[in-house]
């Protein structure tokens, strides 16, 4: 017999360790960074769900948020070193690219450029 989840484990998120977060980029087709209680990384998560992709949430708090900002930083080539390029949560990764924060996400989708992108990174399948 199968274990029921109770409603706060659903949709599972995750907070492990920063050494998986090129290896969850990487391997999903969808990777939202989002720090915990951010009304923006909720609109994302929200519209995302709504066309019914189902991302990969990465929760960021206020003890990870330094390391986990210097890891997206190397992913996306930014380097440690240029303040200016940080990434901000929410941070949309779609393919193993970062695609953006929510106003790339919202203006995407008001153009109906969002929907061809997901398919491409086969997060949606219709």
Known sequence: ????????????????????VPKLVAENAVVVFARSGCCMCHVVKLLLH?????????DVDEQNEA???GELSKIIGTGEANTSCMP???????GGKLFGGLEE????????ELVPVLRK??????
């Open 105 to 112: 996400i919202m203006a995407a989708h008001i153009s109906g």
């Open 121 to 126: 990174a086969r997060a949606l399948w219709l």
């Open 50 to 58: 709504g066309h019914g992709v189902n991302p990969t949430i990465f």
């Open 1 to 20: 017999m199968q274990q029921a989840l109770s409603y706060t484990n659903w949709p599972p998120t995750t907070t492990s360790s920063v050494v998986e």
């Open 67 to 69: 390391t986990v900002t």
């Open 88 to 94: 901000q949560f929410p941070a949309v990764f779609v």
